[in-house]
Nanobody, 122 residues
């Protein structure tokens, strides 16, 4: 069992930065693969970034590659998403997910947070 809680969302102007955090609890955090997904109003949930349990392997959606950075701190049981050069199209609810599989597919993750809103104004 892994419980995850996101934080760090907010309102920012285009070109700005935000850092999202995902605090996880549970003894299996260090072995859990984790990811960020997002869902904009009227849109389907989409993959943003994933990181392996070791923290060595990462993957990004093409739309955020070069602008977002995913990382994790096992000592703090926390995963991060550093978002730079934000664009209005990055506006969405961002969700943290954890699971046994390293994947870009949402249904491969067993545990989800409640989400944090990110709004980028033009």
């Amino acid at each position: 069992q892994v419980d995850v809680v996101e934080s760090g969302g907010g309102l920012v102007q285009a070109g700005g930065s935000l850092r999202l955090s995902c605090a996880a609890s549970g003894r299996t955090f260090r072995s859990s693969n984790m990811a960020w997904f997002r869902q904009a109003p009227g849109e389907e949930r989409e993959f943003v970034a994933a990181i392996s349990g070791s923290g060595i392997i990462t993957r990004y959606a093409d739309s955020v590659k070069g602008r977002f950075t995913i990382s994790r701190d096992s000592a703090k049981n926390t995963m991060y998403l550093q978002m730079d050069s934000l664009k209005p199209e990055d506006t969405a609810v961002y969700y943290c997910a954890a699971g046994r599989s390293y994947s870009i597919r949402g249904h491969d993750y067993e545990y989800w947070g409640q989400g944090t809103q990110v709004t980028v104004s033009s």
